[in-house]
């Protein structure tokens, strides 16, 4: 089983839809999590950190689900500029060093 | 400032040849990171450096991958006897807070590797 796994997609959505991304990790011990976003052949790019809480930055909400494991990415009213793929990333603190995982991504198709 | 810059952009080489891609990281961060990003594919975990020590080298694929970090700032990833299998895009990254848990990432553009 991989340590930080996404469904591949691609989600394919209208303009001003909501769509949400669910992401689980396997090991317990991770402290630290964010959503990037990667467009096709570039590098990643922070989109947002996830905080136990659960935080929101315009369009985009993220929530953390300890207990179970999951991280989620909700965006409403999409763009077409949202059409990237998002990764989600685990910080692993248990080995006293940091190791960040990326997942795969789930790629997002935003149509006119 | 500047930031992080990988160099070169893009490399093609011979199969069995080494190459060296270099990796400034942005000025006063301490973790630097290097992954590996096949093309469709995730981003892999190669190394890790905190300060110019490297805690975790469990990613590199191979005996043939090697990294140092000098003066807690650039650092050059080795490929030796290079392999088709080894084209890809090779990315570094760096954070600042000594690298906290909650500091993100920021990456560098990214140096394409084509082994042919």
């Not at chain 1, 136990?52 to 985009?60: C, K, L, M, T």
């Not at chain 2, 490399?11 to 080494?18: F, I, L, R, S």
């Not at chain 2, 469709?40 to 190669?46: A, I």
């Given at each position: 089983?991989?340590?930080v796994e996404q469904d591949p997609g691609p989600f394919n959505v209208p303009e001003g839809a909501t769509v949400a991304f669910n992401c689980t ?88 | ?63 043939r991958f090697s990294a140092e970090r000098t003066g807690e700032s650039v650092s050059t990833l080795t490929i030796q006897r290079t392999q088709q ?32």
């Amino acid at each position: 089983r991989k340590e930080v796994e996404q469904d591949p997609g691609p989600f394919n959505v209208p303009e001003g839809a909501t769509v949400a991304f669910n992401c689980t990790y396997s090991n317990s011990a991770s402290q630290s999590f964010f959503w990037y976003r990667q467009d096709c052949r570039k590098e990643p790019k922070l989109l947002m950190s996830v905080y136990s809480s659960g935080n929101e930055d315009g369009r985009f909400t993220a929530q953390l689900n300890r207990a179970s494991q999951y991280i989620s990415l909700l965006i409403r009213d999409s763009k077409l500029s949202d059409s990237v793929t998002y990764l989600c990333v685990v910080n692993r603190e248990d080995t006293g060093f940091q190791k960040l995982v990326f997942g795969t991504g789930t790629r997002l198709l935003v149509s006119p | 400032g500047a930031g992080v810059s990988q160099s070169p952009s893009n490399k093609v080489t011979e199969k069995g040849k080494d190459v060296e891609l270099r990796c400034d990281p942005i000025s006063g961060h301490t973790a630097l990171y290097w992954y590996r990003q096949r093309l469709g594919q995730g981003l892999e975990f190669l190394i890790y450096f905190q300060g110019n020590s490297a805690p975790d080298k469990s990613g590199l694929p191979s005996d043939r991958f090697s990294a140092e970090r000098t003066g807690e700032s650039v650092s050059t990833l080795t490929i030796q006897r290079t392999q088709q299998e080894d084209s890809a895009v090779y990315l570094c990254a760096s954070s600042g807070e000594g690298g906290q848990g909650n500091s993100p990432l920021h990456f560098g553009n990214g140096t394409r590797l084509t082994v042919t």
